[in-house]
């Protein structure tokens, strides 16, 4: 086992985690709250329509941020699996377990707006496009990682497979970031990039950062806090079962 | 502009099925996290008196 590095280390600790999580967590709830309210009304109301979509670019405000989420979530559970096969790291798997779930309702929710979007635009829920296929191969590669890592009776074996299912599954996330470059798609190109400027108005571009922020701030929070209320219930199974093997030993005794 | 139909059905399900599965998600959480803590504190409750109990 390599030697942890010093800020993993410190927040290996449980403890130190939910002190630290109980600290962030008003901050998290609070940020988003404000944030979504804000972007949501900004989004829906105050910025304009498209000259070619109408009102339906509006869907955008919402589904940006899930592919965003679905993306950064997944990139999470590879982070967590490198955690769980190199340092054991033990918040590591607790953390795989609970991000799953959350990715997965990410993917899910830019898949179905993304075909609210198509419908009134293409003229079809769906096609197999190379960005849209992409994303749901990522969603049936979260609902892999939600199976494997309970499929086991012993649990760390489940962990350790789905650490390595989530560190393969990470090719798919550049050839969801690139699809639209490599292949001719439907989908239309980046809007955002590192490099370059972004190629929508600025009066749409403010409440899509808005509800970006907001929806990650928002799912920040909820995996913190599922990821403490784990980490009370495993305490609570040990608590149990050490006083279980305790009132056998008297009884032995 | 050119005439478009009205596609806010679209766009109200879009954001009612975001909106609403965060709320889910959110609240889920939250009560879960309150579930576990009092679990912990009962059993912690119950350990401390039988520790107190054999002493």
Partial sequence: MRPTPNLLHRYANPGQFLRLAHALLPWLSSGAILFLVVGVIWGLFIAPADWQQGDTVRIMYVHVPMAWLASSCYLGLAICGVLSLVWRHPLADLAAIEIGPVGACAAALCLITGSLWGEPMWGTWWVWDARLTSMLVLFFLYLGHIALIRAFDEPARGQRAAAILALAGVIDLPIIKFSVQWWNTLHQPDSITLTGAPTMSMMMLWPLLITTIGFTLGVAAVIFTRLSAAIHESRARQLLARSRLDRRDSQVA | ?55
Avoid at chain 2, 21 to 50: F, I, M, P, Q, T
């Fill in chain 2, 1 to 55: 502009m050119m005439h478009l139909p009205n596609h806010w059905p679209y766009i109200a399900a879009s954001y009612a099925l975001t909106l609403g599965c965060s709320v889910v998600l959110g609240l889920g959480a939250a009560l879960r996290l309150r579930k576990s803590k009092a679990r912990l504190a009962a059993v912690e409750g119950h350990a401390r008196r039988r520790e107190r109990s054999a002493s």
